[in-house]
């Protein structure tokens, strides 16, 4: 029957977990969210109308739970059991631990390498899953190990967390696994706390933890939490795999998250190599871990090797260096960045973290740093993940030895002493010198020269720095009058340095649209922005004098950017650099903006380059896909169209097998640039009736 209830529920259900295994968890949605949100409405009336067909497994429960009084403890059924910490990072971690495995297993030295399962140590908060039947009915945290805490109502509002497992389930499946927040979903709950003027969050690790252990589940559901499975606990009914490998693939299959950074490995070569290898990606992965894991990965040697009172004889955690560290802030300075901002910035006594040694890290601006609590002379605690900037994320608590004065923002900007103002409501303190600044100047020409904008080769941070304190660069335009007796004058620069940078110079004044709208270091116009200006203008001209409304018709341009550029050629003296530019030579191929907006094969598709291609160049590749309309994005997410493999291709290529998203090579790809636009002519028709209309206004 078409409108039987039970059925339609049980339909809904099914569709809806098959749906959120879909965008959660291989993060390759099927269905527009619309779509999901309307079949979760429709499942939501048929529930409340109904109250009897609403089952524990139902996605409708994953957002329903108590406030509660206290998190209730739980009596694990198997303990969870901590691991083994190598903490000599060096190979001679992995070594031992190869060695300790074959002699507790006593193998004769010529016996074969033992195998190991190496995956990576996730740095969030232990959770153990309890599914009964397939259905979630507990969520415990380690705790001791013997009791920790129910959990269950926060859990389920992980997305990732199947309420229902994939297939015939066994009777009783305890998955372990940890509880962790991505690096880019930390930053940005961190960048709107930031920008409402609250309190920022330490760390990834932390806030996850915190969250799983609120008691408002509502608490829990607003904090952007993921999964990954990597053990059992008690099972029933299950036909185990023999090796801890196959354990991992099985709970994949079973719609459990499962990291695809694993690697079945033989022998103490293989633990170094992955070690390294992991290593060397570490800052490139999505999230934080401290070190990986090894696993003796036949379960019946683990059965053998047994354990050693909490922990077991077959794993071992093998460190990195930490990703945060205590040191002494040893003075609070401020940096005027290229728009102006003030940002205070700690100097450290140099510490040793997260790969590099730290002497300097930004406090951001004057309201967190407030929040901190953190004056000259404290011991902070000092954070360096991935390539985000280093930061001071606060203070050890402690006495101070002698009474410290509050920091204050300067009232005067300290490298050009204009007023520091700050915008009405705003968390930002700025200088008001604009390009008057020494400061702002030198980060204006350092953006102006850098590699993604005008490419000017030879001009790094010094020469700047000279150029500008020495009065002989006080605009943009001011570059391109250099000439070899201002150089040669400069300390340090001898005829050959001149004579590059004049070079330099010279090749980066045949530029693009594109790069030129960058490289002026208008406010909210990054690359991408510039190049969809650039694309759907054609003409400098024809952008300067674009009103917002005209501008707002650009793609991805809101209001904020409109305005932006608006107000940018509206000052006088802008408008006065470009012409100087201009006059100096500095030019680029203008086309018709409006013949550009026909529809070519690519337009709206976003491709990733991973691997060596066997012709093309990365950037000729790169720049091949953006002429066919294509965008050329860094990392593979699940709105990229396409990544293009070449040989040696990483974890990319991994990223888009585990999203499902079409892999090409570079004769499918060339392909693609090829192809016809098809049937759709009337898109063309549209195309050279607005050239027409372009062309009346198009500039030289
Ligand atoms: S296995 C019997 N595998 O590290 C071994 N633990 O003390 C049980 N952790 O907080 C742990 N990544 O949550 C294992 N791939 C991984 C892990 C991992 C992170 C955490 C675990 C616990 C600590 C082990």
Request: hydrophobic share 40%; with cysteine; net charge negative.
């Amino acid at each position: 029957m078409a409108d039987d209830p039970a059925r339609r529920a049980a339909e809904l259900r099914a569709l809806l977990h098959h749906h959120a295994h879909r965008y959660y968890v291989l993060d390759a949605p099927e269905i527009p969210d619309a779509e999901f949100d309307r079949l979760f409405q429709e499942l939501q009336a048929i529930e409340a109308s109904h109250p009897d067909l609403r089952t524990a497994d139902s996605p409708t429960q994953r957002v329903l739970g108590q406030v509660l009084d206290g998190l209730a403890p739980v009596r694990h059924a198997v303990p969870m059991l901590s691991i083994q910490t190598e903490t000599d990072t060096t190979a001679a971690g992995a070594e031992a631990f190869d060695q300790r495995v074959r002699r507790e297993l006593e193998l004769p030295a010529d016996a074969p390498p033992v195998e190991y399962s190496a995956e990576l140590k996730f740095d969030g908060l232990a959770i153990n899953l309890r599914y009964e039947d397939g259905v979630l009915v507990q969520a415990a945290t380690r705790g001791d190990g013997e009791t920790g805490e129910d959990v269950t109502q926060n859990i389920r509002t992980i997305g990732q967390v199947p309420l229902r497992l994939r297939g015939t389930a066994p009777a009783v499946l305890e998955v372990r696994g940890e509880v962790y927040m991505r690096r880019d979903d930390f930053e940005r709950l961190n960048e709107s706390q930031r920008a409402r003027g609250e309190k920022t969050y330490v760390n990834p690790r932390n806030t996850a933890a915190g969250a799983v252990r609120q008691l408002d589940p509502a608490v829990t559901a607003a904090r952007p939490l993921s999964f990954f499975a990597y053990g059992l606990g008690e099972v029933q009914g299950w036909d185990m795999p023999a090796t801890h490998a196959g354990v991992l693939d099985a709970l994949a299959a079973l719609d459990l998250p499962v990291s695809a950074e694993r690697r079945v490995v033989s022998g103490a070569a293989g633990l170094v190599a992955f070690h390294d290898d992991i290593e060397a990606r570490r800052d490139a992965l999505p999230f934080d871990i401290d070190g990986v894991v090894y696993k003796v990965n036949a379960l019946d040697l683990q059965r053998r090797l047994g354990f050693k009172t909490r922990e077991p004889r077959w794993a071992v955690a093998h460190k990195y260096p930490a990703q945060e560290q205590v040191t002494l802030l040893r003075d609070i300075e401020v940096q005027v960045g290229r728009t102006g901002k003030l940002t205070p910035v700690a100097k450290l006594e140099p510490v040793f973290v997260g790969g590099t040694t730290v002497s300097n890290a930004t406090l951001h601006n004057l309201f967190e740093l407030r929040r901190k609590g953190v004056r000259v002379g404290d011991r902070v605690i000092v954070r360096r993940a991935g390539d985000v900037i280093p930061e001071v994320v606060g203070r050890l608590p402690g006495e101070r030895i002698a009474y410290v004065p509050n920091f204050r923002m300067p009232r005067a900007c300290p490298v050009c002493g204009s007023a520091v103002v700050r915008e009405e409501g705003g968390i930002d303190h700025r200088c008001s010198g604009g390009l008057f600044c020494p400061a702002q100047r030198k980060q204006a020409l350092l953006h102006f020269a850098s590699r993604r904008a005008m490419d000017i080769e030879g001009l790094g941070d010094k020469l700047v720095e000279q150029l500008v304190d020495g009065g002989v660069v006080r605009t943009l335009p001011d570059l391109y009058r250099l000439g070899l007796a201002n150089l040669v004058a400069l300390d340090r620069m001898g005829d050959k340095s001149a004579a590059n940078l004049l070079q330099g110079l010279a090749a980066s004044r045949q530029t693009t649209l594109a790069r030129f709208l960058y490289s002026l270091g208008i406010r909210h116009v990054g690359e991408a922005t510039a190049k969809d200006l650039a694309r759907h203008f054609g003409s400098l001209d024809r952008l300067m004098d674009a009103s917002e409304t005209q501008l707002l018709a650009v793609p991805d341009v809101g209001p904020v950017v409109a305005h932006s550029i608006r107000t940018f050629f509206d000052q006088p003296h802008n408008r006065e650099v470009v012409e100087q530019l201009r006059a100096v030579g500095v030019g680029w191929p203008e086309h018709d903006g409006a013949a550009l907006a026909a529809p070519r094969p690519l337009d709206g598709k976003t491709f990733v380059l991973t691997g060596t291609l066997p012709t093309l160049g990365r950037e000729e590749a790169k720049a091949l896909l953006e002429a066919a309309g294509a965008k050329v994005a860094g990392s593979v997410s699940r709105k990229t169209s396409y990544v293009v493999a070449g040989a040696d291709a990483g974890s990319k290529l991994d990223k888009a097998r585990e999203l499902g998203v079409p892999i090409l090579d570079e004769d499918q790809m060339r392909a693609l640039l090829d192809a016809d636009l098809g049937t759709d002519r009337a898109g063309q028709d549209a195309g050279s009736a607005a050239a027409d209309v372009g062309a009346t206004t198009a500039s030289s």
